[in-house]
């Protein structure tokens, strides 16, 4: 299995721009997790889904972002529009019932200047 | 909801020493407490865990600990080297749930 595949690796946007994060969850598991990455904050979760239901989405900072899955093997993160403040590391991680170690993907980089 | 506190945030050790991370959690449903190593540019990876109904688990040069009573738990790097060096997570994940709660990270340093 190639793992959590997530794209871009890196992003460098200006600010007020739409951003799109893309995952790929491994094959057979029935939960996806997005999480933030900041130095000041540590690992974030923002939302997350089983069996492509949104569980919880109480980490979504504000409306500006919003997270999809429109199936089993892929889901988007968006942030319209995007601010200096949104500047993280984005994960997005995998799970199936009953196996409670995530995998995580390598995760996306953002920068809006 | 579940709260973990991660101590220390760095810790520097000299190659074969021993390097000790501690825990604590909130949630007495916590049950099932992951550790995971995160190297530069890459996503956490999962190293080893622990269940409540055990009080440690070894895996080669890693061990944890838990104690429950006192909602602790520990990470324990023995013979240090310096691929040993990242960033460590502790977490747990309550009872009946899927969603893990990450401490803030420990950055270990191993110097040659």
């Known amino acids: 299995d190639a793992g959590v595949i997530q794209s871009p690796r890196h992003e460098v946007t200006e600010m007020g721009q739409e951003v799109t994060l893309r995952c790929k969850p491994i094959?057979?598991?029935?939960?996806l997790f997005w999480y933030r990455q900041t130095m000041m904050r540590g690992l974030e979760l923002l939302i997350y889904f089983n069996n492509n239901v949104p569980i919880d989405d109480s980490g979504m900072p504000e409306d500006r972002f919003s997270a999809k899955m429109p199936n089993a093997s892929f889901s988007t993160l968006k942030i319209q529009p995007s601010e200096p403040r949104d500047s993280a590391v984005y994960f997005c991680?995998?799970?199936?019932?009953?196996?409670?170690?995530?995998?995580f993907g390598s995760g996306t980089r953002l920068t809006v200047v | 909801g579940e709260n973990v506190e991660q101590h220390p945030s760095t810790l520097s050790v000299q190659e074969g020493d021993s390097a000790v991370i501690k825990c604590t959690y909130s949630?007495?449903?916590?049950?099932?407490f992951p550790w995971y190593k995160q190297e530069l540019g890459k996503g956490p990876q999962l190293i080893i865990d622990i269940r409540s109904n055990v009080g440690e688990k070894k895996d080669q040069r890693i061990a944890v600990t838990l104690n429950k009573t006192a909602k602790h738990f520990s990470l324990h790097i023995t013979e240090t080297q310096p691929e040993d060096s990242a960033v460590y997570f502790c977490a747990a994940v309550r009872k009946g749930y899927q969603k893990v709660t990450f401490g803030i990270g420990t950055k270990l340093q191993v110097i040659p």
């Open positions: 094959s057979g598991h029935d939960y």
């Open positions: 991680a995998s799970s199936r019932q009953g196996l409670h170690g995530y995998t």
């Open positions: 949630d007495s449903a916590s049950n099932y």
